[in-house]
């Protein structure tokens, strides 16, 4: 009967079972008898019956009811086909115990759901991870009895096709294909794409071998609990390549939570690959960041302060070094960009997806690379920083030059005494202090109006080397007492102006 189903009757029945409905017709019979096969349960048989009498049963007459008997297996064997011979019509007894072996069931039930149709769950689409085939629909798991540990066993076996796709991948780390297939769980919350998260005390068992989990982050504040990255968990080398079936047991601890499992065949991308495809589709164009860059200055009439001009930087925030490929998010309300090399090899070690300026969720399908950054990063080698104008032009913004280290410091002039014996007021910097006016210039070690030039103090000593001036010049006033006057002692200090610093 199920040999003589066409394409669309053997994508209804996979589809029913929530079976993957993509591939050629002899993969899909392939796949429908195994479910035959493997899955005898009776809503099975009723839809196949179902099919089949949708498209060949005659409208003026009823189905002759066959006895019952037990299935026979040649009747779905793919080597079996008789030209003209019409299919038996299998039935089952209502006391047979079908037995859990297709990955539909992965709770243990071993029946089908019901027929009232229940929103499905969702997977957040992984930028890293390119979905070649569904393996198993996200499958709730429901404990069996009231222990904490619980089990969930699933039995399924992959295509030729498949397994060809697996074989022939190339290797993105020895033992690691890029095809792979991949086990991920979430919360049975039907309301959005759910993120991946990982039941208590997980345990994934294939075959015969327990695969890895990914461990725990450590913390570095105290009182923060450790984070579990939940990743997809790569099942690829604990399979069998080849027709046999695989069996995997999923251990979880039932805490209240409800989780759900699905299979998936992926393709693993790497940062290098995303930034190519990025480069390629998710250029925006100079003019529509220029008019971007108008629309953010232009004036609001209802504001009371105008802006004329935005700075933004040359330099990666991420890794503070000079941007290669400029980057945001199209949901990011700024224009200072982030480097995408740095942000996509970010992500694929630890995938965050938040934008660095902002703090927002930037996802890969949001990013966008800044033509006019990309433009004015060719042209402008010498500045790290720029700033965009009202009418979209802009400038760079060069680093001033370093002052000298010697800042314009006052300095204090003292007068010289006149003939009378008075000395005249001080002044700084040629000034004097009292008010009065220089009679000109001060030159170093020259004569004013026939006087000596000024001594010039510098105020940078110290306490300790005026306190030793003062020593000496106390002992030379004992020694004039007692030996009489002495020849007057020249002044330590140069002669002319000196900066105070």
């Known amino acids: 009967m199920v040999m003589s189903f066409r394409v669309s009757d053997l994508q209804m029945l996979l589809g029913f079972v929530g079976r993957s409905k993509s591939g050629l017709k002899h993969e899909l019979v392939t796949r429908a008898l195994q479910l035959v096969q493997f899955d005898c349960s009776p809503e099975l048989f009723k839809k196949i019956k179902e099919l ?3 498209r ?7 189905p002759v009811p066959q006895p019952h008997r037990p299935l026979d ?25 079908y037995p859990v072996l297709y990955g539909k069931y992965l709770n243990g039930l071993g029946r089908l759901p019901a027929k009232t149709l229940k929103p499905e769950v969702r997977l957040v689409k992984l930028p890293f991870f390119n979905m070649l085939d569904e393996l198993l629909k996200p499958t709730e798991l429901v404990p069996q009895n009231n222990e904490k ?9 992959l295509t030729p096709r498949q ?11 020895p033992g690691i294909k890029a095809v792979q297939v991949v086990l991920r769980i979430c919360y049975s919350d039907t309301s959005g794409p759910q993120e991946d998260q990982y039941p208590p005390n997980i345990a994934v068992k294939v075959n015969h071998s327990y695969c890895s989990v990914p461990g725990y982050y450590p913390s570095n504040k105290p009182g923060v609990e450790p984070k579990r ?7 690829t080398h604990l399979m069998y390549l080849s027709s046999a079936t695989n069996r995997i047991t999923v251990t979880w601890g039932n805490y209240g939570k409800s989780y759900s499992v699905a299979l998936y065949l992926v393709r693993q991308l790497t940062s290098s690959e995303l930034l190519q495809r990025l480069k390629t589709i998710g250029v925006k164009h100079p003019e529509l960041c220029k008019a971007l860059v108008k629309e953010k200055l232009r004036l609001d009439p209802d504001s009371e302060i105008a802006t004329t001009g935005v700075r933004v930087s040359l330099i990666c925030p991420l890794v503070k070094m000079r941007l290669s490929v400029p980057c945001r998010a199209e949901t990011c309300a700024h224009l200072q960009c982030f480097d995408a090399v740095f942000y996509l090899q970010m992500n694929e070690k630890k995938p965050t997806w938040m934008c660095p300026v902002c703090d927002k969720p930037a996802p890969y399908d949001q990013l966008i690379i800044d033509g006019l950054l ?10 790290d920083e720029i700033e965009f104008l009202v009418d979209g032009s802009w400038c760079p913004i060069r680093a001033e030059r370093e002052h000298s280290c010697s800042p314009q410091c006052p300095v204090l002039v003292l007068g010289a005494s006149d003939a009378n014996g008075l000395l005249s007021p001080p002044s700084v ?3 004097s202090v009292l008010g009065g006016v220089s009679s000109g210039p001060g030159v170093a070690g020259g004569i004013e109006n026939g006087k000596p030039g000024a001594d010039v103090v510098d105020l940078t000593l110290d306490s300790s080397s005026s306190s030793e001036e003062e020593e000496e010049e106390e002992e030379d006033e004992e020694d004039e007492d007692e030996e009489g006057p002495r020849p007057k002692r020249r002044c330590p200090f140069q002669k002319g102006l000196v900066s105070a610093c």
Request: hydrophobic share 30%.
């Open 52 to 54: 089949y009498e949708t």
């Open 56 to 62: 060949y049963a005659k409208k003026s007459a009823e």
């Open 73 to 97: 297996p040649l009747a779905m064997h793919p080597t079996y086909e008789r030209a003209g011979a019409v299919p038996r019509t299998p039935l089952t007894g209502p006391n047979i115990d």
């Open 149 to 157: 540990l619980q089990e969930s066993p699933c039995i399924f076996a």
């Open 163 to 173: 397994v060809e796709l697996i074989r022939n991948s190339r290797e993105l780390q």
């Open 229 to 235: 990255p939940c990743r997809p968990i790569n099942l």
């Open 374 to 383: 990309s433009k004015i990063l060719s042209e402008c080698k010498d500045a």
């Open 429 to 431: 910097n040629g000034s």
